[in-house]
């Protein structure tokens, strides 16, 4: 499987480096400056893309995982190919999305999907992580819905504090690419 995945993750970086990366005068989520984009939408929603997504986090998932979760709109992509993926593999794994605010109407919930049993293990994922703050909100409202999170895994770091914001809450973090990675591609 290494070998494969190696050969996987460099489709996915090639994909990335070709579609998501620009350069120029950007504003980040975060409020900061940036000379670089990263707009993995444009990867995500591609049919390889999603499928190389799918396939590489679903890898690095623990047998215990009831789901993957993740703040809209960035994760939505995320967490439904690795679902899709973990149903193919006769592993089903749920997608749970996160909303910013409370929905308006109806239940007023904040996150979208099954609702699992209490104490279910969710991993978070997220496609660029900056300062981790995204993501975080996404661990908050999934903790606060009775669910344990302990995990991080996304797409890019970008290399700006995600990562150690992350232990300094107790969260295990991954990615399957750096900022290194792609502009060294």
């Known amino acids: 499987m290494e070998n494969n ?5 460099q489709e996915l970086l090639d994909l990335i480096v070709k579609y998501a990366y620009q350069e120029g005068d950007f504003t980040l989520s975060s409020g900061q400056k940036s000379n670089f984009y990263l707009n993995c939408k444009q990867v995500t929603l591609r049919a390889e893309g999603a499928l190389l997504v799918g396939k590489l986090m679903f890898s690095l998932l623990d047998e215990n995982i009831s789901a993957v979760a993740g703040l809209t709109l960035g994760a939505d992509p995320l967490v439904t190919s690795v679902s899709l993926v973990s149903a193919l593999e006769n592993r089903p794994i749920h997608a749970l999305i996160v909303r910013k605010e409370a929905k308006g109407h109806g ?9 699992l049993p209490a104490g279910a ?3 978070v994922l997220e496609d660029v992580v900056t300062t981790g703050k995204s993501a975080m909100l996404a661990v908050e409202r999934l903790r606060g819905a009775g669910y344990q999170v302990n995990k991080i895994i996304s797409l890019v770091d970008r290399q700006a504090g995600g990562a150690q914001f992350y232990a300094s809450q107790g969260l295990e973090f991954e990615s399957l690419f750096t900022l290194e990675d792609i502009r060294s591609n």
Not at 5 to 9: A, D, E, F, P, V
Not at 107 to 115: L, P, R, S
């Open 107 to 115: 239940t007023q919930a904040y996150i979208e999907g099954v609702t």
């Open 5 to 9: 995945s190696t050969i996987l993750k």
């Open 121 to 123: 293990n969710v991993v």
